[in-house]
């Protein structure tokens, strides 16, 4: 097995500022995701990268940058941090882009004050 | 339109109460996954099941892909079972898309 390590685990930013979320993966998979998860409400793409260098936008993406330094990590800025915005980021990697199992890290939780 | 519906949204058992939640999806289906959601946010995958009945120990997933529906039975339900549980469909490769939740409370 492996496992997904986000960091951190909990981030409080100021409105307006630039925040990075880290996530590394040690399957060995090829393609890794974020999500961003509302209070009360099913998850949503922001970005996802095929493989080592790649990027692609998902569903929400502006608002968010993306950098897949290496095979093991993707990394996630929130370019302008929202007030009072709150919301759980996740990270996930599968095998590869094909109909494949997805694994999730345990996520950061975001509070802009 | 919304591509994945989970209904119930909510549900409370009694602890030994069994349950189905129930997950229907608008277009054809390639793959899909359930998982379960701890309070703190941590997603553990249960079943990747694009077709067919899995089983893990009190835990049953059917995936019927003509009827574009899948379901997750839970048996003897315990207060540890208290969470939420999403589905989740595969889109064009493993991208998922995922439904509201249920959100299930098993109370002693």
């Known amino acids: 097995g492996g496992i997904i390590t986000q960091t951190p685990k909990f981030l409080i930013g100021q409105e307006g500022q630039k925040l990075t979320l880290k996530c590394q993966q040690n399957?060995?998979?090829?393609?890794m995701y974020w999500y961003r998860q509302d209070s009360g409400k099913g998850l949503r793409l922001i970005y996802y990268s095929i493989t080592e260098n790649d990027l692609q936008k998902g569903d929400l993406s502006e608002g968010y940058d993306a950098s897949r330094e290496k095979k093991s990590s993707f990394s996630l800025t929130v370019t302008s941090a929202q007030k009072n915005e709150m919301a759980v980021f996740l990270c996930?990697?599968?095998?590869?882009?094909?109909?494949?199992?997805?694994?999730f890290g345990k996520g950061t939780r975001l509070t802009v004050v | 339109g919304q591509q994945v519906q989970q209904s119930p949204a909510s549900l409370v058992l009694q602890e030994g109460e069994n349950a189905e939640l129930q997950c229907n999806f608008s277009?054809?289906?390639?793959?899909m996954q359930w998982f379960y959601q701890r309070p703190e946010g941590s997603l553990v995958s249960l079943f990747y099941?694009?077709?067919g009945t899995k089983q893990s120990g009190r835990l049953t997933s059917t995936t019927v892909i003509k009827e574009r529906r899948s379901s997750l039975h839970i048996s003897s339900s315990q207060i540890t079972d208290s969470g939420t549980y999403l589905c989740a469909r595969g889109n064009a490769g493993a991208k998922l898309t995922f439904g509201g939740g249920t959100r299930l409370t098993v109370r002693p």
């Open positions: 996930a990697s599968s095998r590869d882009n094909a109909n494949t199992e997805v694994f």
């Open positions: 399957f060995n998979h090829d393609t």
């Open positions: 099941n694009p077709s």
């Open positions: 277009t054809s289906l390639n793959s």
